[in-house]
């Protein structure tokens, strides 16, 4: 497809954009738009974290018990680290035992093994339980609210601040729902030996059977985690992942008004998130995507390739993407077979962009001094050249 090369001064040098319009397929019938009731929600994918819908993603609201995620994610994470063991015994406090909510229904002067309370925190949201880890882990539950937002931090997780470990409602203590997304995704990711623990239908402790509360086990195929919420502020909510087919997507959404409509909601969106988008290659590994100027070279350019496939996730609707070459240039030769220059910016027509490097593919030996003596007097005479250029295109 022909494209015409852009060039601006930048730096001192010139920087160079280069567009292309990639047509996938003859144009589709215009979609219906995504739509949900919550107030908040977003769809993403679990690979590569793309994400595919979002309605106030940004906005930090009160997460109710999805915010035990980040309870979880902490004891995870030492549990990885050998500085917690599965059969480590925490003692329970009275503040613990007195703990209104959602319980797991520990007693007071016990200790419980570290595997069953996080059990009665995965399975039967037990306020109780995260109260006991959070104090035997950080010595109060205070003091663990902190970890919790000092990790969230570190972990990219911008609009989340921590009260409690229970979620209880607190004005201190809010979540987004794409800050809920990515936890979700770290957790699946970075801790499968214990991921599989938020697929358990239920758990009994003190002769109490509970049964987990995500109501996608039973209305969707491949479901297995992550957490339901409700408080009254924040109405009903829940963090939800399914796969099929070796694709996984995480729905997270809060703000819906009642528990049949959050469970309605859950297997509607999640039916969405596999659904409605399929996976476009753009480019495979080796391919010329357009060309750089060279300065002082035997060639005037060198071919840009990638080295990894490109892909994007697409609703079925779409047709078009955007490509943008974008480097400093004119490179100066020589330029070496598989040096890097610039990246390429891919864009779909809802707004996800993503980049990825781009490579010389040849080498281009620089000119020699009679060459480049030649070459003063054309500039001299002419000025510099800019010429347009072919990119390949899918």
Known sequence: MPMRRVLTMFQGAWAAAVAALIV????????????????????????????????????????????????????????KSGELSLDDEFYVSEKAWRMGGSKMWVRVDTKIRLEDLLRGVIVQSGNDACIVIAENIAGSEEA????????????????STFANATGWPDPNHKMSMR?????????????PEYYAMFAE?????????????????????????????????????????????????IVVFNGTASEKERASE??????????????????????????????KGVEKSAPLIVREPISMILHRSANKVRAKIVYEGPVAAPVAENQQIGYLRVETEAGEAR???????????????????ALAAKTLIVGPSQPESEAATP
């Not at 209305?219 to 829940?238: N, P």
């Open 24 to 79: 996938l397929a003859p144009p589709a019938a215009a979609a219906a738009p995504i739509t949900t009731t919550a107030e908040y929600a977003i769809i993403m994918d679990h690979e590569t974290g793309a994400v595919l819908y979002e309605k106030n993603a940004d906005v930090p609201t009160a997460p109710a018990s999805m915010s035990k995620l980040m309870t979880v994610a902490i004891v995870f994470e030492r549990l």
């Open 266 to 295: 859950a297997q509607r969106l999640m039916r969405i998130a596999f659904n409605d988008f399929v996976t476009k290659t753009l480019y495979q590994a080796g391919d010329v995507v357009g060309d750089a100027l060279v300065f």
């Open 355 to 373: 980049e990825y490097p781009l490579f010389a593919g040849k080498t281009v030996r620089e000119l020699g001094v009679f060459g480049k003596i």
């Open 179 to 191: 800050d809920i997304a990515l936890l979700s995704r770290k957790i699946i990711r970075d801790y």
């Open 144 to 159: 663990f609210a902190e970890i919790m937002t000092r990790k969230a931090r570190e972990w990219g997780l911008k609009n």
């Open 201 to 249: 239908r239920e758990f009994t402790w003190e002769k109490i059977r509970q049964a987990n509360r995500n109501p996608l086990f039973d209305m969707v195929e491949g479901a297995d985690g992550l957490k339901t919420g409700h408080t009254e502020e924040s109405g009903y909510g829940l963090a939800g992942t399914a796969v099929r087919d070796g694709v996984r997507r």
